[in-house]
């Protein structure tokens, strides 16, 4: 998983758009309680990485609540791809400052008790996540909706 910055299209047309980490200083940046640390937003500079200490009017509980906010335009949010995913794909969310934003990725883990014999349920859950996630799925645009099929008429021959 990789941590993203967006923002909702309303709350940009609203704020405007950051066009470098300084400008976020000027906008309202959504936190999560449970992770200040993620408050510090990374950037890739020629010195190297650099931090920027956000701030915002709202700190959610938790990340899907924060995902929420931010599609109702209340602030710019920097979460996991894996959450914002299809907020992005449906045009809800829009990614900010992709050229400069620091790359963190982060490991999905899954865990369970060790020994030689695993039970044929923790073998089949093992591996459907990794069949279903290994390839982020999450980061693929979404399907083309099927054209609904009309019916059609073929031209008569003379």
């Not at 408050?39 to 009017?57: L, Y």
């Not at 039970?119 to 996630?133: G, I, N, Q």
Request: net charge positive; with cysteine.
């Amino acid at each position: 998983m990789e941590r993203v910055i967006c923002a909702a299209p309303g709350y940009l047309e609203a704020h405007g758009t950051p066009q470098t980490p300084d400008d976020l200083l000027q906008h309202n940046c959504l936190l999560l309680y449970s992770q200040p640390q993620l408050g510090h937003w990374p950037f890739d500079t020629p010195q190297g990485v650099r931090t920027v200490k956000v701030n915002g009017n709202l700190i959610a509980d938790n990340a899907e609540t924060g995902v929420q906010l931010a599609i109702l335009g209340l602030g710019l949010i920097r979460l996991g791809d894996i959450l914002v995913g299809d907020p992005l794909r449906r045009g809800e969310l829009v990614p900010l400052l992709t050229d400069v934003h620091h790359v963190e990725p982060v490991p999905i883990h899954v865990m369970y008790l060790p020994g030689r014999h695993r039970s044929p349920k923790v073998v089949a859950m093992v591996d459907f996540l990794l069949e279903h996630f290994s390839h982020a799925p999450w980061r693929m645009p979404a399907p083309a909706a099927k054209q609904p099929r009309g019916r059609t008429t073929r031209p008569r021959r003379r």
